[in-house]
């Protein structure tokens, strides 16, 4: 969990008043992004939000710890999604082989031959581009399911990799496997977008 | 190199990149990776695509929280804190 996240959870446990606010308007968006990107309907992301915010503020006395606090209103929400039944519009479910999300060796195997792009290209403020948001956002959904939960805790959330398991009911070491997965996955698709922006770009510089 | 060292690499750079790994592991991707291009490269754009991760925000966003929902959480807040004093 992030420190800004912390600093949230200290103020909500503490009393203080505007932390209740802080609380409703950063856990809304987190709670509506991980439901939407889970479970794919919009109305149904709206209600898991709500809906888990009910229920976190219904038990809120139980939690003394303010690190716990993140994981536990994602388990909530993770419960929550899971009884939305609606079959994702995403990805279907599948496993992700590792040979092919790792980079290809040329026909006589030589390493010199894989074909990784400029990423030395990347703008500094790609994650605020619309353009890279949208291919991100592509790319998470591309995403089986299993995979998609690991990724959008552990990285998007960045909840630890024992956070994680916890609210997925699921062991440490299946967590670093699909974590590892969903990231190349991720990796591959920008690689790709990369690789075609700047065969763009200078396909255009070419023809001036 | 060998293609199967790049392979066992390859696999283990998550935990590599978010130091969960054992120190003689480290020192053996490093090892590695002091001696090869294009792990180094790979390991670059693995890092840099999950910056890009972190704090994702979807263009979709929540409609605004109607008063009244706002309200009864609020009421809830107040009654679990009532509770825990």
């Known amino acids: ?208 | 190199m060998a293609n199967d060292d790049c392979a066992g690499v390859f696999a283990r750079l998550s935990e590599y990149l978010d130091r969960e790994l054992p120190d003689l592991s480290c020192e053996e991707i490093e090892r590695h990776i002091s001696d090869c291009a294009p792990c180094v490269q790979f390991l670059e754009s693995l890092r840099k695509s999950i910056d890009l991760t972190r704090g994702f925000s979807a263009e979709e966003q929540p409609s605004p929280m109607p008063d009244d929902v706002r309200e009864r959480l609020r009421g809830l807040f107040e009654t679990a804190r009532a509770r825990k004093r």
Not at chain 1, 146 to 158: K, M, N, P
């Open chain 1, 1 to 208: 969990m992030s420190q800004t996240d912390l600093n949230v959870a200290e103020r909500l446990l503490s009393g203080d008043p505007e932390g209740f606010d802080e609380f409703v308007e950063s856990y809304r968006r987190k709670l509506f992004q991980y439901s939407f990107l889970m479970c794919g309907h919009r109305e149904d992301a709206e209600e898991v939000a709500q809906e888990t915010l009910m229920r976190v503020f219904s038990n809120l006395d139980q939690l003394r710890d303010p690190q716990s606090l993140k994981s536990w209103v994602f388990r909530i929400a993770k419960n929550e999604c899971l009884m939305k039944r609606r079959k994702s519009v995403f990805a279907p479910e599948h496993e992700l082989s590792l040979e092919d999300l790792h980079p290809r060796a040329g026909s006589g195997g030589e390493l010199q031959k894989i074909e990784i792009g400029d990423w030395s290209g990347l703008p500094d403020d790609a994650a605020q581009r619309s353009e890279y948001r949208r291919i991100i956002g592509e790319a998470i959904r591309d995403l089986p399911e299993t995979y998609r939960a690991v990724i959008l805790l552990r990285d998007v959330e960045e909840l630890t990799t024992e956070e994680a398991a916890s609210v997925l009911d699921i062991s440490t070491d299946l967590v670093k496997t699909r974590l590892h997965r969903a990231r190349l996955a991720l990796r591959q698709k920008l690689d790709g977008y990369l690789r075609s922006e700047f065969q763009r770009q200078s396909e255009e510089v070419s023809h001036g």
